[in-house]
């Protein structure tokens, strides 16, 4: 209902504040996420629909089984921390 909706664009906001600047990604989680442990668990809970719902997506535009897709988003991560790390 209302607090999924809310979550999910407390979540978007917070994604689209990271495309631009890690540091208005930093600012956008201390300026967007409400106080306290339901403001987290909204904002985690938000992000949690998002990820299903780009899972979905990626596994409709590419075909692929979304456990495959899951495990080259991990091997990406991992290779961009070490590429982080080593700047």
Same mark, same amino acid.
């Given at each position: $209902?209302?607090i999924?909706?809310?979550?999910?664009?407390?979540?978007?906001?917070?994604? +689209?504040? $990271?495309l631009?600047s890690?540091?208005?990604e930093?600012?956008a989680?201390d300026?967007l996420?409400?106080?306290?442990p339901e403001g !987290?668990?909204? !904002?985690l809970? $938000?992000?949690?629909v998002?990820s299903?719902?780009l899972?979905?997506?990626?596994?409709?535009? +590419?075909?692929?089984?979304?456990?495959?897709?899951?495990?080259?988003?991990?091997?990406?991560a991992? *290779?961009?921390r070490g *590429? +982080?790390?080593?700047g």
């Amino acid at each position: $209902g209302e607090i999924v909706a809310g979550a999910i664009q407390l979540a978007i906001a917070f994604l +689209t504040a $990271g495309l631009d600047s890690p540091e208005l990604e930093a600012w956008a989680a201390d300026a967007l996420t409400p106080p306290g442990p339901e403001g !987290l668990g909204d !904002l985690l809970a $938000g992000l949690h629909v998002v990820s299903v719902l780009l899972l979905d997506e990626l596994h409709e535009a +590419t075909e692929q089984p979304p456990a495959a897709i899951l495990q080259r988003l991990a091997l990406m991560a991992e *290779n961009r921390r070490g *590429n +982080t790390s080593a700047g």
